[in-house]
């Protein structure tokens, strides 16, 4: 079931971000485009948050956010609420709402008074719903799920919006190993089958450099590289970003195995890789 979106171009030009007087993110220029998904990295407190904060309007800005374009100030928080939306790190649980009516919450920017008859709502808030996998918890109130499952209402609250750009900031915090890559293997169906605009916070190295096409690395308030996740991601600037050593290497599937090399021991990717046999 497809999501109804239309394809948008978010770019960012010399925007810098502050909390009060106290500048977090200087100059940002990021661009982020229709289908693809792309990943912030960086050490913490770089301000990966505060970028994606200050790109929706949660954060005093200098700078532009243009979105197809145009300077997204000409848009009216309710039209902007119709074009960006995002999964922040933590939400507070709404007592006494099941999934269905918390997913419904998403809706509120594409009317002007609250209807479960809106065919439009209905149909929106169906499509989350199955696309995050929440057919049968649709009914449980949301206060008795688990943290995987009541990330996935979030998520789909989200999509309810209908927007055509989704920012998503550390979505993987506090889930099993199961749910992130169900959850990781959503985002990129979000933009390969159903061409959203994706933005992504992400801790995880070696996630990043699987499920993005780009990667921004930001280091205290810069934005110090962005390219395709091999560019960003070598050896050296990882290294220097993080303050560790860390290995880099390609796997034969192409992709990236990231490792922290402790002094005197090999890189867990120069390990063997047979299986050793232990005999009592």
Sequence with gaps: MPIKQKPATLRTESLSVSYGSSPVVVDADVE?????????????????????????????????????????????????AKRLTILAQQ??????????????????????????????????????????????????????????????????????????????????????????????????????????????VLHDLEQAADIADRVILVCEGRITAAGTPAEVMTAERLSAAFGVNIHVATLPTGGLAVRVQRAGRRSAVEQPTEPVLLSA
């Design 32 to 80: 982020l485009l229709p289908g693809g998904v792309t990943a912030l990295i960086g050490p913490n407190g770089s301000g990966k948050s505060t970028l994606l904060r200050g790109i929706c309007r949660l954060a005093h800005t200098t700078g532009q956010v243009m979105l197809d374009g145009a300077d997204s100030t000409a848009l009216s928080p309710r039209a902007f």
């Design 91 to 200: 939400r507070p649980t709404p007592g006494g709402l099941t999934v269905t009516e918390v997913v419904e919450l998403g809706r509120h920017p594409h009317r002007k008074r609250f209807s479960r008859t809106d065919q439009a709502c209905v149909e929106a808030v169906e499509r989350a719903i199955l696309l995050t996998g929440l057919e049968e918890l649709r009914h449980r109130p949301v206060a008795e799920l688990s943290g995987g499952q009541l990330q996935r209402v979030w998520l789909a609250t989200c999509l309810a919006q209908e927007t055509d750009v989704l920012l998503l900031d550390e979505p993987t915090t506090f889930l099993d190993l199961k749910h992130q890559m169900s959850l990781l293997d959503l985002i990129r169906e979000l933009a390969d089958t159903h061409g959203l605009t994706i933005g992504v």
